[in-house]
């Protein structure tokens, strides 16, 4: 393997540009070729074992080598691999998908447009978003307030949506007609406020920025529940009721990006769920899935539902892949499989607990400012100074330390800055939450080992 594996690395530095990556990193070091996975499991082109503590890009909720999965595909593919539902048809899968969404999504979620992914879905959300209000006779209602280190995806709107100033950076972005507040980041921005005085505080930036635009201007707030890749930030428990309150009482729309906290990730089906609000729109992608086959799609509520089909002339907007029969099959047994298998109740009553008790021990370590999470989802401050909550100095350096020795001690954990993150399949069992919380720890050691041995000398 290693001679083929060679080549192979060479043949990606010569040809493919990746993702969110620094590609003369990478070909310095070699691309990691992943070549198989099998429950929560992956193995590289070496033959190592890695602990995927991700669910690849959080995505893979009912875990690898799902025959069931592979085989809807191909029975699908057999039957029809492909029509659209441009111009009047559509295919019984989508249809099917459609229903089993509207049965799972809060009651008064009903309708579904389906894209291709998380990015294409906020796109989409921008769109109808504005199509929306322009039903209403009121086009001038256009501004999507979002927030600072929000991800909604990759694409003009999604980055733009996103509050992440290093992807605007790329592409002059934002786009006009989105801007920014604070995120709800208590341990990094909260100082010695009180985390729920805080919540409070920065949920009120809404009303501020609405009266500021006008409230003639403002369309939509976008949100995740939980901000996934900007490091898990779990907003505090007064944060999402004001939120609310603030959007009922100035008659803007709720945005929920689903993409990550969707299918089971919080022990709810939805982030919305979770927290107890009532979204206009809610994006979803990766889960819906799991990954098998690429799949998004944008749930709309029934009273802008209503507006959209009764009031919206015909909707210029489409993706050749909307509601492809393939991917729906496969989304529509991956659902089948999180149903019957219990796998929301699963994160709620038992795996998402008992990964939740483990993670916290971790809080005990040197290391370790702040351990937080949620059902499946988790993550871990690293920091110089516990009390005053200081980081080390090299922005993100101990972080990356942090994955690498994950990675060599067999587990896959994301690094964000010096925040690290997990997110592993729904299936995890409790003896792979114990290897996850144990390889975690020795990599914790190996990172302050690391530390002491002056990896951060320079800075
Ligand atoms: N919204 C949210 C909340 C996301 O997390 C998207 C939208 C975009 O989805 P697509 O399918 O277009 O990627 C996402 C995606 C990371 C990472 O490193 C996170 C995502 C994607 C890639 C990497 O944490 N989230």
Known sequence: MTEQLTQLQSLDEKHHIHPFTDQGDLNDRGTRVITR?????????????????MAGLWCVNVGYGRK??????????????????????????TIKLAEKLAELAPEHINNVFFTGSGS???DTILRLVRHYWACRGEPMKSVIISRKNGYHGSTVAGASLGG???????????????????????????????????????????????????????????AEPIQGAGGVIIPPETYWPEIQRICDKYGILLISDEVICGFGRTGKWFGADYFGVKPDFMPIAKGLSSGYLPIGGVMISDRVADVLKN?????????????????????LKNLQIIQDEKLVERVEQDIGPYLQKRWRELGDHPLV??????????????????????????????????????????????????????????????????????????ALDDTLQAIEDGALAED
Request: aromatic share 8%; proline share 6%; glycine share 12%.
């Open 369 to 442: 400012g702040e351990v937080r999470g949620v059902g499946l989802i988790g993550a871990l401050e690293l920091v110089k100074d516990k009390a005053k909550r200081e980081r080390h100095p090299g922005n993100g350096k101990v972080g990356t330390l942090c994955r690498d020795a994950c990675t060599a001690n067999g587990l896959v954990m994301r690094a964000t800055g010096d925040t690290m993150l997990v997110s592993p399949p729904l299936v995890i069992t409790h003896e792979q939450v114990d290897e996850l919380v144990e390889k975690a720890r020795k």
């Open 164 to 222: 992440m100033t290093w992807m605007h950076e790329q592409g002059n972005l934002p786009i006009p007609g989105i801007v920014h507040i604070d995120q709800p980041y208590w341990f990094g921005e909260g100082g010695d406020e009180d985390p729920n005085e805080f919540g409070l505080r920065v949920a009120r930036q809404l009303e501020e920025k609405i009266l500021d635009l006008s409230v003639d201007r403002v369309a939509a707030f976008i």
């Open 68 to 93: 069931e999965l592979a085989q809807t595909a191909y029975d699908q593919m057999m039957e029809l691999p492909y029509y659209n539902s441009f111009f009047q048809c559509t295919t019984p899968p």
């Open 37 to 53: 996975a099998e429950g929560v499991y992956l193995w590289d082109a070496h033959g190592h074992k890695l602990l995927d503590g």
């Open 311 to 331: 009031d919206g002339g015909e909707l210029a907007h489409g993706y050749t892949y909307s509601g492809h029969p393939a991917a729906a099959a496969v989304a």
């Open 120 to 122: 294409d879905s906020n």
